[in-house]
């Protein structure tokens, strides 16, 4: 998800002495130059703001609505239709649409995709070379070095063979998000990925089911019959059987793979069946195999829906219980269907719920499991669901003896000697957040910050054991090694003291990088504080694997939201914080939107990585911006001119990235307004680089493009002038833009009230609004509120507006291009239900025109020279304006969900930002294809405008098509002819 990078952590731990206070007041913070590593450290002042705002983007209601009474209303897969068929039918049709005339080959920007920390830039946090997300990982065993290794990432499998050096895609695996892969212990040529990505708060993505291999990885195949749901893990047993955990159940293969059962959890309130009416009632987050069974073995499977077991609302009134089965599940019989049974994991004294004073009434959510390698002993890191659930505005600050908040959404880490029947718990948030070596500890040092461990439990986590020293290993923000042997602490019950202490391996940020920046090399450390030397990796856990190397030798590699790293430890020895190797030699970056400046140098706004800066001809980016990065933009006259948005924050570069500015009309400590987090809701007019807009739950707009004034967010908003207030629901939730558009003085703002990534209300619920400045009779102006209204939408589904593009030739027409948000994300998000809509009466009507367009989400749209492209889960489309049939644009690139669009600054190539696979740039010019704008906008005629046509584009093959609305909770049929171009 996205994590939320500090803004300025380098000036606020010096002038705390926070990095003092760690290293025992051994060393005197060193005076910081005022160059960009000020505003390079994206600083940890704001943290807590910045957790509690974004959350209340990716989490507004209290609870899911994703029954099976749902699926009409939310345009999914038919109930008994199976969901990766039906979803692998959809990506076959994407891959079968022709190709739009003349067409070139995408250039993918790179290509190796490592981002680079470099002191030059405004941003440094110590890091090495980094990438995007990896979500799990798994070795080889006959590699007794630990070399040859898979990982899952956002945009599909990739293989190593020598040790992370170089990596080959799985061309067999689609460039989805894969986030279970695991080898056969007993046969390493089986291997198996599992596709999806089920976190719940951003990035959910259900899958197309489960892939295998039975050749070491040179070729992968679908299975025939599959998993449901999102990967959560994939275990192997003894005797080949292959165990699938997934949001969706868990799944047992007994062919190596290619056919899948459901084993059927019980997961109802009764212990006796799998839970109804809802969705999640199986969310299956961990599966592991005891080890050391001769025949028959025992299989431990974690049931986590990480928000818990909340209250279903469905569309029509009734109500279930999302999770009524959280908790532990066994099989003694090598995990056969029926054979499981739960395990009561609810005690306060033996069980999950012994945290001592902040646990919250709904303990047990997300899970993952390990054992010790002789099996004796069961490990469980547990996350709260209840302090992910309970509000708005993400985890709850619970309070330890002394009445401090203490935010956090860990349970605690357990122990069992008798196979789950009781447990000790041996850490909690309490305990693990001073541990040494974490500057996590740093920023919870200060109370304001409030970012302790476990504080995206929900989201982070793994827990692995080295065999070599007896060390229990946990990932959560930063990766944690037990001191001492966890398997003989003796037990501790309540209190903040527990048997087991932890040291930091893995830093949050570095301090000495922060300390040096720029003064002395990144990574290099004042004699005061060696324990806090060298770089670190990323924060943000998601995968791990340990390789005993013999002879007390371990190997841990570890996959984060910055890519895949890898460190050694001797016999005797253990891990340590900055000796990790960078791996990250492979674009799997996951930008939300990307730009090309006018002398070729590429900017992105990056998942957790920044926003990065390819200067022109490079293949390495620098970190510009921290954080989440999102919008950005270029001006068309001044390559050295850039914006970027973080964690939503606006900052703008007038030196090509050596430093940054903040401009944000309304700062953290403001009053006005939402963080303008998502990636549409920000605009630079291609006619004026100057005029920029910021969306958030009002408009606002300046014409100083890089002189404009942040408001202090007391008395004033600086430069910004608000235009326009989106208001509130019919039912009082607050409105927040999603998406924007803007061509001189005529603007278009889309905006939602009780949707996201989470669907936490019925569908019934679902808001959109389509606020603008187009008006017939009424000159608009810029910064001005003159003809501001809200559009009526008449014909618009019940999808939500992601983005707008108007025709910058005739304004009135505007298109919309919608998702349908899921927490399981069962088909791409919709069914039949409209993707891309067109209004040519400023949005008073709307007509759909996804015509041949493959179902799913469109996530970006632009509009120029003629033509609509369309940024989809399966690529970029384009089409003739007003047409209703679409063309796949360009070769090469491989089929993968596309984020962003953007045109050049010269107008010659259009920019495509992927989900896992990297910024891609097609030449429009070099095609034939062109972007230019007229000499200026053309507005609405005072005589107004008619209802929305479709254009008559090509010859008279006509066809007959039935388009499926949603309106509500019903189906409206409608049936048209629409003329389409050949």
């Given at each position: 998800?996205a994590?939320?990078?500090?803004r ?7 002038t ?11 060393t ?7 160059s ?8 940890a ?5 910045d957790?509690?705002?974004i ?17 009409l ?23 079968a ?17 490592q981002?680079?920390?470099?002191p ?21 065993p006959?590699s007794?070095?630990?070399d ?26 689609p ?15 089986d ?5 999806g ?16 291999s039975?050749d ?25 059987a ?9 799944f047992?293969?007994t ?20 839970a109804?009416?809802?969705?999640v009632?199986?969310w ?9 069974s001769?025949?028959a ?7 986590g829906y990480?928000?818990g ?10 109500t279930?219980?999302?999770a ?42 997300r ?10 002993f ?10 992910r ?16 908040p ?21 850490a ?19 109370n304001?910050l ?20 007896s060390?229990l ?10 001191v001492t ?9 309540g ?16 301090g ?6 720029p ?34 030798a ?20 253990s891990?340590?914080n ?5 791996a ?7 930008p939300?939107?990307a ?12 998942q ?18 921290g954080?989440?990065?999102t ?24 030196d ?5 500015t ?26 004026d ?20 004034r942040?408001g202090n ?14 208001g ?8 927040l ?9 005529y603007?278009?703002v889309?905006?939602c009230?009780?949707c ?8 019934g ?7 603008t ?23 618009m ?19 919309i291009?919608t ?9 791409f ?5 409209p ?5 040519t009466?400023?949005?008073d ?16 749209i ?14 970029v ?12 644009l ?8 596309v ?14 930002a ?37 254009v008559?584009?090509g010859g008279?093959?006509?066809l ?9 909770a ?6 048209w002819?629409l003329?389409i171009?050949r």
């Amino acid at each position: 998800m996205a994590d939320v990078r500090p803004r300025r952590l380098s000036l606020l731990l010096l002038t705390t002495g926070a990095l003092a206070v760690l290293a025992g007041g051994a060393t005197a913070a060193h005076p910081l130059a005022s160059s960009g590593a000020d505003a390079g450290v994206a600083g940890a002042g704001s943290r807590a703001a910045d957790q509690q705002r974004i959350d209340r983007v990716f989490h507004r209601e209290a609870s899911p609505a994703l029954g099976a009474k749902d699926a009409l209303a939310l345009s999914v897969a038919p109930p008994n239709a199976d969901p990766v068929a039906f979803d692998r039918a959809a990506l076959a049709k994407a891959a079968a649409i022709a190709l739009a005339p003349h067409a070139h080959p995408w250039r993918q920007v790179g290509p190796t995709g490592q981002l680079l920390n470099d002191p030059s830039y405004a941003t440094s946090e110590g890091r090495i070379p980094t990438t995007g997300i990896v979500l799990a990982i798994a070795t080889d065993p006959t590699s007794a070095a630990g070399d040859i290794a898979y990982v899952g990432t956002g945009g599909g499998v990739y293989k190593t063979s020598n040790g992370g050096a170089s990596w080959t895609a799985a061309a067999g695996v689609p460039a989805v998000p894969v986030a279970a892969i695991a080898v056969d212990p007993t046969n390493h040529l089986d291997v198996y990925a599992v596709t999806g990505q089920g976190f719940q708060g951003g990035g959910e993505y259900g899958g197309l089911g489960a892939y295998y291999s039975h050749d070491g990885g040179a070729t992968w195949h679908p299975s025939v019959t599959s998993v449901r749901g999102a990967a959560q893990q994939v275990a192997v047993g003894s005797d080949g059987a292959v165990f699938a955990a997934t949001t969706g159940g868990l799944f047992r293969s007994t062919d190596h793979g290619v056919t899948w059962s459901d084993v059927r959890l019980p997961t109802n309130a009764a212990g006796t069946a799998p839970a109804t009416d809802t969705p999640v009632g199986s969310w299956t987050s961990d599966v592991v195999i005891k080890p050391g069974s001769s025949g028959a073995y025992t299989v431990f499977a974690a049931v986590g829906y990480v928000a818990g077991n909340v209250t279903i609302t469905h569309p029509d009134g009734t109500t279930s219980k999302a999770a009524p089965g959280n908790g532990l599940y066994s099989s003694t019989t090598s995990g056969t269907a029926g054979s499981f049974h739960r395990i009561d994991v609810t005690s306060t004294t033996s069980g999950w719920e012994q945290p001592y004073g902040h646990i919250s009434s709904d303990p047990i959510g997300r899970t993952r499991l390990t054992f010790s390698p002789d099996g004796k002993f069961l490990f469980a890191l547990v996350a709260d669901a209840g302090h992910r659930s309970s509000g708005v505005a993400g985890p709850v600050d619970p309070e330890d003896p002394l009445g401090i908040p203490h935010p956090t959404s860990l349970n605690g880490v357990y122990r069992s000697a008798d196979d789950g029947a009781t447990w000790d718990e041996i850490a909690t948030s309490e305990s693990m957040t001073p541990s040494p070596g974490s500057t996590q500890a740093a920023l919870s040092v200060l109370n304001v910050l409030g970012y302790n461990t476990g504080i995206q439990a929900w989201y982070n986590g793994w827990i692995a054991f080295d065999p070599n020293g007896s060390r229990l290993l946990i990932g959560e923000e930063e990766v944690y090694q037990s001191v001492t042997d966890a398997t003989i602490s003796a037990p501790i019950s309540g209190g903040v003291l527990k048997p087991l202490a932890f040291d930091s391996i893995d830093a949050y940020v570095s301090g000495c990088g922060i300390v040096t920046t720029p003064a002395a090399p990144s990574g290099s450390c004042p004699g005061g504080i060696p324990s806090y030397g060298g770089q670190v990796t990323h924060p943000d856990q998601h995968g791990v694997a340990v390789v005993d190397k013999g002879s007390g030798a371990t190997r841990l590699w570890i996959g984060n939201d910055g890519g895949v790293f890898r460190q050694d430890h001797a016999s005797g020895g253990s891990f340590q914080n900055g000796v990790w190797t960078s791996a990250a030699h492979l674009n799997e970056l996951l930008p939300y939107r990307a730009v090309e400046g006018s002398n070729g140098e590429i900017i992105a706004g990056l998942q957790d990585n920044g926003t990065n800066l390819y200067p022109p001809g490079s293949n390495n980016s620098y970190e510009i911006c921290g954080g989440d990065g999102t919008w950005v933009a270029v001006d068309k006259d001044n390559p050295n001119v850039f914006y970027c948005n973080s964690n939503g924050a606006t900052y703008v570069t007038i030196d090509g990235g050596k430093t940054t500015t903040e401009i944000d009309p309304c700062p953290v400590t403001g009053t006005c307004g939402e963080p303008v987090f998502e990636p549409g809701a920000s605009a630079m007019d291609p006619f004026d680089s100057k005029h920029l807009v910021l969306a958030s739950s009002v408009v606002y707009e300046t014409t100083k493009g890089a002189d404009a004034r942040g408001g202090n967010g007391v008395s004033g908003t600086g430069d910004w002038t608000q235009v326009f207030d989106l208001g509130t629901t019919p039912g009082g939730a607050g409105r927040l833009a999603e998406a924007s558009d803007v061509n001189g003085a005529y603007m278009y703002v889309g905006a939602c009230g009780a949707c996201q990534s989470s669907v936490k209300a019925p569908i019934g619920a679902l808001d959109r609004a389509l606020a603008t400045n187009v008006k017939p009779g009424c000159t608009a102006k810029t910064g001005a509120t003159d003809c501001w209204h809200f559009a009526k939408l008449i014909g618009m589904p019940a999808r939500e507006i992601y983005a707008l593009a108007a025709d910058p030739t005739d304004v009135k027409r505007v298109y919309i291009a919608t998702i349908t948000p899921s927490v399981i994300r069962v088909d791409f998000g919709g069914a039949a239900a409209p993707r891309v809509l067109m209004s040519t009466d400023v949005g008073d009507h709307v007509v759909d025109v996804s015509g041949n367009l493959p179902r799913g989400n469109v996530w970006d749209i632009k509009v120029a020279g003629g033509r609509v492209y369309a940024a989809t889960d399966y690529g970029v489309f384009t089409a003739k304006v007003g047409s209703t049939m679409w063309q796949k644009l360009g070769t090469g690139m491989p089929t993968v969900r596309v984020f962003g669009l953007n045109f050049s600054a010269d107008r010659k190539d259009l920019v495509a930002a992927t989900y896992g696979r990297g910024v891609w740039v097609y030449p429009l010019a070099t095609s034939g294809v062109s972007a230019k704008l007229p000499s200026a906008p053309h507005g609405p005629s005072a005589r107004g405008a008619g209802g929305p046509t479709l254009v008559k584009t090509g010859g008279s093959v006509v066809l007959s098509i039935v388009g499926l609305v949603l309106v509500g909770a019903g189906l409206l049929s409608r049936r048209w002819n629409l003329a389409i171009e050949r």
